[in-house]
């Protein structure tokens, strides 16, 4: 065939992979630098009909590729095969890092979910690009020493939803790979929470890092709660 025929064949499969739609010959040659009239755009489908490369889904629609087109499309008209491959690459690994950083970040969830359920009390996590993410508040809102200070509970609130840089605190604090501390009353990283015991250690993932803990009432379970939060900070890396 000749080298516009085989341009011709080639614009026609591209463009119907973009919009499965039939393309006429006057999008074809408005779409592709082809410096020839539309009626040599017509002629050209017709020998690519003929040769059983491309059809009409019907009388007056424009060419659609057939599987003996897609096969010599393939075979030999790929010419852009290996910059489709390399921007392929880049959306695959685009993509890819997105999965395992939302995988990482659901591991990081159940943590929590597993330290609010265990502690009985607020469970937390925060993730240096992204967030902080707590469960268990209702555990705290129920115990005599917020239900005889609601003010505090409120506090406590305020803080995890951010209007206090929670996040930014624990990360200045610099904790030691694998450390887990035990903040009691006023020792408190926050004066908010300086009735509240908090028990906090970094995690390092591949995808991922930040912080696990718990916050609560002094009256708690130290070592339990510390190694429950050990625990958490393996199960999120």
């Given amino acids: 065939m000749k080298e516009r025929t085989l341009a011709v064949l080639a614009a026609l499969v591209e463009d119907f992979v973009e919009t499965a739609c039939p393309v006429a010959s006057k999008h074809l040659l408005e779409a ?10 017509r002629n050209e489908f017709a020998l690519l009909e003929e040769i059983g490369y491309i059809q009409s889904p019907h009388v007056s629609a424009g060419k659609m590729p057939t599987e003996k087109g897609y096969r010599f499309f393939v075979n030999e008209l790929m010419q852009n095969a290996e910059a489709e491959e390399k921007q392929a690459l880049i959306i695959f690994e ?22 609010a359920q265990l502690s009985g ?3 937390f996590a925060t993730i240096d690009r992204d967030e902080t993410f707590y469960l268990g508040l209702s555990n705290v809102l129920r115990a005599p020493e917020f239900i005889r200070n609601p003010e505090q509970a409120v506090r406590i609130v305020e803080i995890l939803e951010g209007r206090i840089p929670f996040r930014q605190l624990l990360k200045n604090l610099e904790l030691p790979k694998n450390q887990t501390k035990i903040f009691i009353g006023e020792e408190n990283i926050l004066n908010e929470v300086n009735s509240c015991s908090l028990i906090v250690t970094p995690f390092h993932a591949k995808n991922i890092s930040g912080h696990l803990g718990i916050l609560g009432p002094m009256r708690m379970r ?6 429950l939060v050990s625990n958490a900070r393996e199960m999120a890396q």
């Fill in 32 to 41: 592709h630098d082809f410096k020839v009239s539309s009626a040599t755009i």
């Fill in 94 to 115: 685009k993509h890819l890092e997105k999965y395992k950083f939302e995988r990482a970040r659901e591991k990081v969830f159940d943590a929590v979910r597993l330290m």
């Fill in 121 to 123: 009390n607020v469970a």
């Fill in 222 to 227: 130290y070592g339990f709660n510390r190694a």
